[in-house]
């Protein structure tokens, strides 16, 4: 099994870049089935999101374009219960189906927070897309995943957009946090 060590904790293989691949292949079969004869635009959260959006935009057989937000609750290893919205949204949404790309749902608070941000917008429909979500941890049912990825229990994990500290996005698997 491979791992890694990031400020003196270790972190296993999770997931490998071959299951990332499939997920995103399913998830991008899903969107494109109800987006066949649209033109959504899809809203990156960064800065986890943007691998993920990478890969999902070209798994897409379906016009689409693309804008990004920054929104930041976590520090280290733990959401910090506030939501940080450090780059604002800075497209027109109006009458236009969004599709919010993100990395990972977990408590939910950030994207309970956008949602309300983006429907005082007015866009047609607003959807969620996580590569992962923690359903365990969810305290916001508005802000569940429309599609999803991969469920997974409460777990710290790094890699594929996932950082700690800023540091591990690179990585092409996802790792989680060795439990002592």
């Given at each position: ?5 990031y ?29 066949e004869?649209k033109h ?25 374009t ?26 027109d949404i ?48 508005d ?19 996932f950082?700690?500290h ?15």
């Open positions: 099994m491979k791992s890694v060590t400020e003196g904790m270790t972190f296993d293989e999770y997931i490998s870049k071959q299951e990332i691949e499939q997920i995103v292949q399913d998830v991008a079969s899903r969107i494109a089935a109800d987006y004869d959504p635009i899809l809203i990156c959260v960064l800065h986890g999101a943007m691998f993920f959006l990478t890969d999902l935009m070209r798994a897409l057989p379906i016009d689409c693309v804008a990004t937000v920054h929104l930041q609750s976590y520090d280290g290893t733990s959401s910090t219960g506030q939501v940080r919205e450090n780059v604002p949204l800075r497209v109006r009458d236009r189906d969004v599709i919010v790309v993100e990395d990972i749902v977990d408590s939910g608070i950030t994207m309970h927070y956008f949602k309300q941000i983006l429907r005082a917008r007015q866009p047609r429909t607003v959807k969620v897309v996580s590569l992962l979500s923690k359903p365990s941890e969810l305290q916001y049912p802000a569940k995943p429309d599609y999803c990825g991969r469920e997974i229990p409460k777990k710290f994990v790094i890699g594929y957009g950082d700690i800023e540091y591990a996005r690179n990585l092409p698997e996802i790792y989680a946090l060795r439990e002592n």
